[in-house]
């Protein structure tokens, strides 16, 4: 049973360029997460999404960041005009429900690097 | 969700037992325990999670204190794979985690 596949693995973009990750759940699971972590710091929450719907994006900076769970296909995490500070390791997380005691389990996570 | 305190890092000798702890003194009658563990460049690994009781799967065991005000991982023979991060989690929440910054453990071989 696949787990949660994220890509790319690494990504290196210059300084006001795009950059798109992103992340297939695993397979039954319906609810999506995407988390930051920055260089020695733990990781922090950014946005939960369902199929064609964001459910809470409290974390997500206001600007720049987008992410999508479209019908088809996986969820995008999109930043847009990257500069130094949104270099850190984005990771993916998914879940079959969202009960109490949810358990999330965790992509490999794609590091991004602003030059 | 409560906060969580865990030192910043352990030291153990392979093969021998691990007790991680964790305290977490607001804790609610809701809030789970979680633990996750991250090797470097990975994200980070499920380990368990538990409520009141003492948990047990084939990686590890929680132990609960009764006040449930604290907890402690147990990883019963340490490897040198389980050189990580190991971080705990106390949350009502179902998904908005808060990640401290963990207790980095050290298995000397």
């Known amino acids: 049973n696949a787990g949660v596949m994220q890509n790319p693995r690494h990504l290196v973009r210059r300084r006001g360029q795009e950059a798109r990750l992103r992340c297939s759940p695993m397979?039954?699971?319906?609810?999506v997460y995407w988390y930051r972590q920055l260089p020695e710091e733990g990781l922090k929450f950014m946005v939960y999404?369902?199929?064609?719907?964001?459910?809470?994006e409290s974390g997500m900076p206001k600007e720049r960041f987008s992410a999508e769970f479209p019908k088809e296909g996986p969820s995008i995490l999109r930043i847009q005009q990257v500069v130094r500070g949104d270099s850190a390791a984005y990771f993916c997380?998914?879940?079959?429900?969202?009960?109490?005691?949810?358990?999330?389990?965790f992509g490999e996570g794609s590091w991004l690097t602003v030059v | 969700d409560a906060k969580t305190t865990q030192p910043n890092s352990m030291e153990s000798n392979e093969e021998e037992p691990v007790h991680l702890p964790c305290n977490h003194s607001?804790?609610?009658?809701?809030?789970?325990i979680h633990w996750y563990r991250q090797l470097p460049s990975q994200g980070p690994e499920y380990v368990i999670h538990?409520?009141?009781s003492n948990v047990n799967n084939r990686m590890a065991s929680l132990a609960i204190a009764e006040d449930r005000k604290s907890s402690t991982l147990i990883l019963h023979r340490a490897t040198l794979r389980d050189a990580a991060v190991y971080y705990c989690?106390?949350?009502?929440?179902?998904?908005?985690?808060?990640f401290g910054t963990g207790t980095r453990l050290k298995v000397l071989a």
């Open positions: 997380a998914s879940s079959p429900t969202t009960g109490m005691g949810n358990t999330i389990y």
């Open positions: 397979k039954g699971h319906s609810h």
């Open positions: 999404l369902q199929k064609e719907n964001i459910i809470d």
């Open positions: 607001t804790i609610s009658g809701t809030d789970y």
């Open positions: 538990g409520l009141t």
């Open positions: 989690i106390s949350t009502s929440g179902t998904y908005k985690y808060i």
